[in-house]
């Protein structure tokens, strides 16, 4: 099913997009089941220590998230972007299950080949959905609001397993809460989203941009505007990938209370959700490249920060800045993207950018695993920083 007489804008497809940030709230909230407690479920429940035994699930995660991405955005105009969220709705099912009664680590593993599906193809959806709604002049906006509800209700469920898990234990409480998410994001889905390809035809009769020859290959490099923006990407979520599996690693070393760990961690996702509410909207009106460089900047500082820092209060901080370094360039990435796009190629550039993108969750996993092999695992702090201060500089010096 279709909007009739559809018309581009934000106000115009309101009631559309509000539906579409709540289903993506649910969506971030599945990843936030894992985000704080999923080390400590590998050393508790079954006795695993090694960061490359632990990081195999990140490892996991990326790379089919990655894979999804890229065929969500080549089908989501042969499909349709609603069969797509509903089908990525259903492959969620069983994963809190799998979370609770999981006998063996490897049916963790299992959980989040699922979540990387899941994530790919209602993440994707969603992103698509809300750009063809609202149309070119305020791309930056729609993305604010959607990466924002996404990545705060990814804070809010990392804060309240954490919060859980030091209450009642490690399992099953905590992950009563991905049941609720998939229940309600797969009635929504079902029930009340409309397609959106008329609204990518409505903006194809109006919009000056080239079609690309070779969409992969320009999306992933050779252009010089989408390659930058495709690399940044892709260091983005490689630093937020050993984020992810190595932050909560390093403040239990350093003696930190599971509630602490909580808050410190949930603090950056919720950050990073909050602040897109302004930096969406300013990269509708501000210099696209500046915010990437600066933001790619920020992250890279306060990475090499943490590995000084030695108390609660300098943890704190650190979250804060990388938080806002990543509010910046994250609704900026997808409004760039899309902007160099043309309409009839947009969800298979969006999709090739975040195939790219969600690579890096699993390429900061392994870079971990390496560093971690020959120094202690905290030096990967610095090397992922210095990356992410060169993919900062790429930005400034080949970006138009």
């Not at 429940?45 to 632990?54: K, N, T």
């Not at 709604?133 to 990466?147: F, I, P, S, T, Y």
């Not at 909050?274 to 969406?280: K, N, P, R, S």
Request: aromatic fraction near 14%.
């Amino acid at each position: 099913m279709t909007l009739s007489k559809p018309q581009l804008g934000l106000k115009e497809n309101w009631q559309q997009f509000v539906l579409l940030l709540l289903i993506n709230a649910f969506v971030g909230g599945m990843v936030g089941l894992e985000r704080t407690i999923l080390p400590t479920l590998a050393e508790v429940e079954f006795q695993i220590y090694a960061p490359s035994v632990i990081l195999t699930f990140i490892i996991v995660f990326g790379f089919v998230k990655a894979v999804t991405n890229y065929f969500t955005g080549r089908f989501s105009n042969i499909i349709g972007r609603k069969k797509l969220l509903v089908i990525g709705w259903i492959i969620a099912i069983p994963i809190p299950f799998i979370l609770i009664y999981g006998a063996h680590w490897n049916w963790i593993i299992f959980a989040n080949v699922l979540l990387g599906i899941n994530q790919g193809l209602t993440w994707s959806s969603t992103v698509v959905m809300k750009i063809d709604l609202v149309g070119k002049h305020q791309r930056g906006l729609a993305m604010g609001l959607n990466e924002s509800f996404g990545y705060f209700s990814i804070a809010l469920v990392a804060f309240s397993t954490g919060w859980i898990t030091a209450e009642y234990g490690v399992r099953p409480f905590p992950f009563y809460q991905g049941v609720l998410f998939v229940i309600l994001g797969l009635i929504l889905s079902v029930f009340f989203v409309k397609d959106t390809r008329h609204h990518v035809q409505l903006e194809e009769q109006t919009s000056d941009v080239k079609p690309l020859k070779n969409i992969f290959t320009e999306t992933s490099w050779f252009n010089n505007n989408l390659g930058s923006i495709t690399q940044a990407g892709f260091v983005n979520n490689l630093n937020d990938g050993m984020i992810w599996g190595v932050l909560p690693m390093i403040l239990l070393d350093r003696q930190f209370s599971m509630k602490d760990i909580a808050i410190i961690v949930a603090i950056y996702p919720a950050v990073w959700g909050i602040g897109q509410l302004v930096t969406g909207k300013l990269s509708d009106h501000y210099n696209k490249k500046i915010m990437l460089s600066l933001g790619m900047m920020l992250q890279a500082f306060s990475l090499v920060a943490m590995y000084f820092i030695t108390t609660m209060t300098g943890f704190i901080v650190s979250a804060i800045v990388i938080g806002v370094g990543t509010a910046i360039v994250y609704p900026t990435f997808l409004s760039a993207i899309s902007d160099f796009s043309h309409p009839s190629q947009r969800a298979q550039t969006i999709g090739i950018f975040r195939f790219w993108r969600d690579s890096g969750y699993a390429f900061g996993a392994i870079c971990t695993i390496i560093i971690s092999a020959f120094f202690d695992v905290e030096m990967s702090l610095i090397v992922i920083g210095f990356m992410t201060l060169v993919s900062s500089l790429i930005i400034k010096f080949r970006m138009d």
